[in-house]
């Protein structure tokens, strides 16, 4: 079975060119362009219990789109459509090429403001080019963890914001022997914000994670505006994190 992508990404100025990415992606499932009614990215994960097919579904959205009424009706519709399963929010961290970012602390932005409403993951990703690899072992972990505990389905609650950490790298997703240290030596997305934008948080990460992934970690979040970050996080991320 494709996964599928929606033909309306190619009228949208920063995403027309995910299609031909995912098209010439090469990964498995292969995609296809089809008009979705609710979201802009389709996954099969197998069948349910009952027998019908299960598919996870995402919405893409930048920076420049995360504030606009349009974004949170679409993000209501789909949270909505079966309780809140099954879906999640791919975030376009967005460089403007000269080396800083403003993607770091709209990401942060967008979660807190979205977990007031909406308890769903949010999936960074860095780049158009990394989008296919992004989805795919996501999509991957919910399936190895579905195999480990087949009683259990993947629903909204608690583990959202956890399901972030494997992506706060610049070459996502972290190895899961170093999400669970990240889930060890920080409390949450908030607090490793803080440690990577910190001499002393950084010298921490680097000696409790691989070096290479330890280096990706510190990249993702050490952007032009890392210090009023790190102070922004801890009010911004507080009203997301209280409800896990």
């Not at 099969?44 to 299960?54: E, F, H, M, V």
């Amino acid at each position: 079975m494709n996964a599928l992508f929606c033909c309306s990404l190619r009228k949208r100025p920063e995403l027309s060119s995910v299609p031909d990415v995912l098209l010439r992606s090469g990964t498995t499932p292969k995609w296809r362009e089809s008009r979705l009614e609710t979201h802009d990215l389709a996954v099969p994960l197998g069948k349910s219990n009952a027998g019908t097919q299960q598919s996870f579904r995402f919405i893409i959205v930048t920076s420049a789109e995360m504030n606009q009424p349009d974004t949170e009706k679409r993000l209501d519709r789909l949270y909505h459509l079966d309780g809140g399963a099954n879906v999640a929010v791919l975030f376009l961290v967005e460089d403007n090429g000269n080396g800083s970012s403003r993607g770091t602390r709209s990401l942060i932005e967008f979660q807190g403001s979205t977990m007031e409403h909406f308890d769903m993951p949010i999936l960074p990703f860095t780049s158009i080019g990394c989008l296919p690899a992004t989805v795919i072992a996501f999509c991957k972990e919910l399936h190895d963890r579905a195999a480990r505990h087949p009683q259990s389905a993947f629903r909204r609650g608690p583990g959202s914001a956890q399901l972030l950490l494997p992506y706060c790298s610049v070459n996502p997703p972290l190895p899961e022997g170093q999400v669970h240290i990240l889930s060890d030596i920080t409390d949450g997305v908030r607090d490793l914000a803080s440690k990577a934008s910190t001499s002393d948080g950084q010298r921490v990460l680097r000696e409790r994670l691989d070096e290479r992934d330890a280096e990706d970690v510190i990249s993702f979040w050490l952007h032009e505006h890392s210090v009023q970050l790190s102070a922004e996080a801890g009010s911004i991320m507080q009203v997301g994190e209280e409800t896990d």
